[in-house]
């Protein structure tokens, strides 16, 4: 079997944007355990898009298609939460360094231990993206108090899956590119978690267009 490039969206919302993008049918789709997927061939490129599930589903459905389809790369695409007051909704990150920070015991622990970053491959592009640092958390970013966490510890953005998908891709060698757009941010009032879910909602196909039309084709 040729090796395929891997094309990992997390969130279904996100994954139904990429099939109306490309005018996929879910009639097209191949069931697996954590999802969906559609294999197919682009830019002479053999390539697997399939929908992970977030969280720990994320790295056992990148080790599933690892080992299905022989994947020389993984490329990890979809939103994430900005913990940087310099981004803006719609900016990317290309993230230089990524982090699971909910190991961290943030009563007892003040900062987060460098040698615990991941660092996923790096791409060359003629794009405008930022190369920070991408958080991973079990649960989504909406507190004020870990968006100070985050930006006390110089981490740009915050997602649930790529750490662990970028963990799995170290562990079996196989290429793993991070490209993730900011769709909203946490709010200081006591009700923003209502806004902040609309802000994503609005902003989400934005994203997903920009990433697959603009930055996607550059690194397959």
Do not use: H
């Amino acid at each position: 079997m040729n090796n395929l490039i891997g094309v990992l969206i997390s969130s279904k919302k996100e994954f139904n944007e990429l099939l109306k993008i490309y005018n996929i049918g879910e009639d097209y789709l191949e069931k697996y355990p954590f999802g969906e997927y559609y294999r197919t061939e682009f830019r002479g490129k053999d390539i697997v898009f399939f929908r992970s599930g977030i969280r720990i589903n994320a790295s056992a459905s990148a080790q599933y298609m690892i080992d299905k389809f022989n994947l020389e790369k993984l490329i990890v695409i979809g939103t994430c939460t900005s913990s940087n007051e310099g981004l803006n909704y719609g900016d990317i990150i290309i993230p230089s360094k990524v982090i699971d920070y909910d190991y961290i015991i943030r009563e007892l622990e003040e900062e987060i231990d460098e040698e615990l970053y991941l660092v996923p491959d790096q791409v060359s592009m003629p794009n405008e993206y930022y190369d920070g640092v991408l958080g991973t958390s079990d649960k989504a970013l909406v507190l004020w108090s870990d968006y100070t966490f985050l930006a006390s510890n110089s981490i740009d953005a915050s997602d649930l899956e790529s750490y662990a998908v970028l963990k799995i891709c170290k562990t079996n060698n196989v290429k793993c590119i991070i490209i993730k757009g900011i769709t909203d941010k946490p709010m200081r009032s006591m009700d923003g978690y209502n806004e902040q879910l609309d802000v994503y909602e609005e902003n989400l196909p934005i994203v997903m267009e920009k990433i697959i039309e603009e930055y996607f084709i550059e690194v397959i």
